[in-house]
């Protein structure tokens, strides 16, 4: 029993730890690239194709972590019951809300002051499982068609933009529409992740889950897993090809072919649209049905980020920060400019600091791997301590 059901999950475990190591580099770039701070990568007029993929690959970190944590509340909960699995997901996506606003904010900002507050993927997670301890109570039929309309339906609220700091307004900030709102003269509050169709993946990644539990057939999951990759990928072509529906933002032919290109693969992230969702799940079904039963140093050196996520991002976080602040004192610069305020946020003294991208993927191979012993360490004391309840928090 063991050697059949250990490959399912480690391969679910490689794949978040892969995405969880793509991830670093765009924090990495965040930080220390050259003109970070006022440049968009994806702006068609400023980018280059090099950089434009360093932040399209790292679109697939997000939806695929988000997924994925629907998919291991299933798995959690085959062994408990309803009411103890509401119970770890409600509290738990409490503690991730915590973490959101009074951790994850400092990590980012190093503002004592909390002026700049940002609601982050974090907080999406968290939120969305207080919505999915809701959810188990419902048939699974009804928690698929929920999470189909919340995700294939929501780019029809597109056109619904609001503006101010009413109530409503803030409200549908946090629904489904990025924005920044300035309060008095000293605090912003930055919606990045807006609710929707966040809640809408991780409703569709705990009914995934039901794909391993220990007596589901292995070829019938691989059928599936191809079935599921490949229609996510061609759902993109044909809707993006025709350029209707499923993104916020249309492609548009450019003057060359390498922007026309990169502006058919420009898909909105913020809120995720139905085309980011199926260009990134796609190949993230691909590689759970091509990895399934591998095993290999490769596999093990993912494995130990994929099984202690939360740990290894707020520790990355804190890193990519501190080391953003060394070189501010190395190289000449007020390290205070790291010190992300809402009067210093896109402070113009910024607007010549960062790096090349040669250095950006330097700095993020070198942290991936200085974080490698703390994380493995780590793994090994949950895994030795699992009697520990609060470990499963952390």
Request: glycine fraction near 6%; charged fraction near 15%; aromatic fraction near 20%.
């Given at each position: 029993?063991?050697?059949?059901?250990?490959?399912?999950?480690?391969?679910?475990?490689?794949?978040?730890?892969?995405?969880?190591?793509?991830?670093?580099?765009?924090?990495?770039?965040d930080y220390f690239h050259y003109g970070t701070f006022f440049i968009d990568p994806t702006n068609l007029e400023t980018t280059t194709?090099?950089?434009?993929?360093?932040?399209?690959?790292?679109?697939?970190?997000?939806?695929?972590?988000?997924?994925?944590?629907?998919?291991?509340?299933?798995?959690?909960?085959?062994?408990?019951?309803?009411?103890?699995?509401?119970?770890?997901?409600?509290?738990?996506?409490?503690?991730?809300?915590?973490?959101?606003?009074?951790?994850?904010?400092?990590?980012?900002?190093?503002?004592?002051?909390?002026?700049?507050?940002?609601?982050?993927?974090?907080?999406?997670?968290?939120?969305?499982?207080?919505?999915?301890?809701?959810?188990?109570?419902?048939?699974?039929?009804?928690?698929?068609?929920?999470?189909?309309?919340?995700?294939?339906?929501?780019?029809?609220?597109?056109?619904?933009?609001?503006?101010?700091?009413?109530?409503?307004?803030?409200?549908?900030?946090?629904?489904?529409?990025?924005?920044?709102?300035?309060?008095?003269?000293?605090?912003?509050?930055?919606?990045?992740?807006?609710?929707?169709?966040?809640?809408?993946?991780?409703?569709?990644?705990?009914?995934?889950?039901?794909?391993?539990?220990?007596?589901?057939?292995?070829?019938?999951?691989?059928?599936?897993?191809?079935?599921?990759?490949?229609?996510?990928?061609?759902l993109f072509f044909v809707l993006r090809g025709l350029n209707v529906y499923g993104d916020l933002v249309p492609w548009t032919v450019?003057?060359?072919?390498?922007?026309?290109?990169?502006?058919?693969?420009?898909?909105?992230?913020?809120?995720?649209?139905?085309?980011?969702?199926?260009?990134?799940?796609?190949?993230?079904?691909?590689?759970?049905?091509?990895?399934?039963?591998?095993?290999?140093?490769?596999?093990?050196?993912?494995?130990?980020?994929?099984?202690?996520?939360?740990?290894?991002?707020?520790?990355?976080?804190?890193?990519?920060?501190?080391?953003?602040?060394?070189?501010?004192?190395?190289?000449?610069?007020?390290?205070?400019?790291?010190?992300?305020?809402?009067?210093?946020?896109?402070?113009?003294?910024?607007?010549?600091?960062?790096?090349?991208?040669?250095?950006?993927?330097?700095?993020?191979?070198?942290?991936?791997?200085?974080?490698?012993?703390?994380?493995?360490?780590?793994?090994?004391?949950?895994?030795?301590?699992?009697?520990?309840?609060?470990?499963?928090?952390?």
């Open positions: 029993m063991t050697t059949i059901t250990k490959p399912r999950i480690e391969s679910i475990d490689v794949l978040r730890g892969v995405v969880m190591v793509i991830m670093a580099l765009d924090h990495v770039r194709p090099l950089l434009f993929f360093t932040r399209f690959i790292t679109n697939f970190c997000a939806p695929v972590f988000v997924f994925l944590s629907g998919t291991s509340a299933f798995l959690y909960g085959t062994n408990k019951t309803k009411p103890q699995l509401f119970k770890f997901l409600f509290t738990r996506g409490l503690w991730l809300i915590f973490l959101e606003i009074v951790v994850n904010t400092f990590i980012w900002t190093f503002d004592v002051a909390y002026s700049f507050q940002i609601f982050q993927v974090i907080f999406a997670i968290g939120f969305s499982m207080v919505c999915l301890s809701l959810l188990i109570y419902f048939p699974k039929k009804v928690i698929l068609i929920l999470g189909v309309i919340l995700i294939a339906g929501h780019n029809a609220l597109d056109n619904i933009v609001m503006q101010g700091q009413s109530v409503i307004s803030i409200i549908w900030y946090f629904l489904h529409q990025e924005n920044m709102v300035v309060f008095g003269s000293d605090y912003v509050v930055y919606f990045k992740y807006p609710l929707i169709p966040w809640i809408g993946l991780m409703a569709l990644g705990y009914l995934f889950g039901g794909f391993y539990q220990k007596d589901f057939d292995a070829i019938i999951r691989k059928k599936w897993l191809m079935r599921l990759g490949l229609g996510c990928i061609m450019q003057d060359t072919t390498s922007k026309t290109i990169l502006s058919f693969f420009k898909v909105t992230k913020y809120p995720p649209s139905l085309l980011f969702l199926c260009i990134t799940l796609g190949p993230a079904m691909l590689f759970l049905y091509a990895y399934e039963n591998t095993k290999n140093r490769l596999t093990d050196f993912f494995l130990v980020y994929g099984r202690v996520p939360l740990f290894y991002y707020f520790l990355h976080m804190i890193v990519i920060h501190v080391f953003a602040i060394i070189g501010m004192l190395i190289f000449g610069g007020d390290w205070q400019d790291m010190i992300i305020t809402s009067k210093g946020f896109m402070s113009q003294k910024l607007i010549t600091y960062g790096y090349s991208l040669f250095v950006v993927y330097l700095v993020w191979i070198g942290i991936v791997l200085f974080l490698y012993p703390f994380c493995k360490k780590y793994m090994h004391y949950k895994a030795n301590n699992k009697e520990k309840w609060w470990l499963s928090y952390l």
